[in-house]
C-alpha cells in the first residue's frame, strides 16, 4: 500500500522493449536507502516490484496487462519518474489509500496558473471511471495523491500547489500529456458491493440495498 506522497523523481536509465512487455532500470536515490529485491515501489503510480538493484538504481519488470493500462509504454531513457516506497508500518499516512493499482490513463486538457497554485483539468481515457471522482474527494495521478477541485462534462480538475508541482513529474507535464489515474479505493469498493447485490438478486439472492429496502429493516 501507498499513500500518494511522492519520495522523490527518479530518471528513467534504459527501457528493454519486447511486445508489450519492458524491463525498465530507473535511476534513483532514496528510495534505495533500504531497498531488497521483491520490494513494491510505485512508478508513476504503478506498483511495481524491484527484481534487483545496485548502488544507483533498480530493475523493474513490466507485464502486458500494466503496460496496456498506463503511461509507462510512453517512457523514454530519461524521462523523470515519481518514485515511492511502500508505506512502512511505523509511517505517517500522509495522503490516502493508494494501491498502485492504475484504473486508467488520462489527458491533460489544460494547465492553467490560478495565484499560487497551478490547475489541472483532465479527461480520463475511460470515461466509466468519473463516477468515483467528486469534488473534493481523493484521486491519484501519477502516483500523487490530490484532491478533486471541479467535475464537469466527463472531465475533472486538480489544483496543485508550488511545492507539489516542484517535487514531482507534474512540473514537466502540459496539454495532451498522459498521466495515470487510481480512483479512489473506498468508492470502487462500495460501489462493487451494491453491483453484486444487485447481480446476486437477479439470481435469486439476496435482495439490492436500496431506500425501501433499508427503511424497511430500520436503518432510515
Known amino acids: 500500500m501507498f499513500t500518494g506522497i511522492i519520495e522523490e523523481i527518479g530518471r528513467l536509465k534504459s527501457m528493454d522493449k519486447k511486445g508489450q512487455t519492458l524491463v525498465l532500470t530507473i535511476g534513483a536515490d532514496k528510495v534505495l536507502e533500504d531497498i531488497a529485491a521483491g520490494d513494491s515501489i510505485a512508478v508513476n503510480g504503478v506498483c511495481l516490484t524491484a527484481v534487483s538493484y545496485d548502488r544507483n538504481s533498480f530493475t523493474v519488470d513490466v507485464m502486458p496487462e500494466t503496460y496496456r493500462q498506463?503511461?509507462?509504454?510512453d517512457l523514454s531513457?530519461?524521462?523523470p519518474l515519481n518514485l515511492e516506497r511502500a508505506m512502512g508500518a511505523n509511517g505517517r499516512f500522509g495522503g490516502h489509500i493508494v494501491q498502485g493499482h492504475v484504473d486508467t490513463t488520462g489527458a491533460i486538457l489544460e494547465r492553467r496558473p490560478e495565484e499560487n497554485a497551478v490547475v489541472f483539468t483532465i479527461r480520463p481515457s475511460d470515461p466509466g471511471i468519473m463516477k468515483f471522482v467528486i469534488?473534493?474527494?481523493?484521486?491519484?495521478?501519477?502516483?500523487?495523491?490530490?484532491?478533486?477541485?471541479?467535475v464537469r462534462n466527463g472531465t475533472f480538475s486538480v489544483s496543485i500547489i508550488p511545492h507539489t508541482l516542484s517535487e514531482t513529474v507534474l512540473q514537466y507535464k502540459h496539454k495532451e500529456a498522459a498521466v495515470n489515474i487510481e480512483c479512489d479505493l473506498v468508492g470502487k469498493y462500495i460501489d462493487h458491493l451494491l453491483h453484486y447485490r444487485?447481480?446476486?438478486?437477479?439470481?435469486?439472492?439476496r435482495a439490492p440495498i436500496t431506500e425501501s429496502f433499508l427503511a424497511e429493516h430500520g436503518f432510515i
Do not use: A, F, H, M
Open 70 to 73: 498506463t503511461n509507462l509504454r
Open 135 to 150: 469534488p473534493r474527494g481523493s484521486i491519484c495521478i501519477d502516483g500523487i495523491s490530490l484532491t478533486v477541485v471541479d
Open 198 to 205: 444487485q447481480e446476486e438478486s437477479g439470481k435469486g439472492g
Open 77 to 79: 531513457p530519461g524521462s
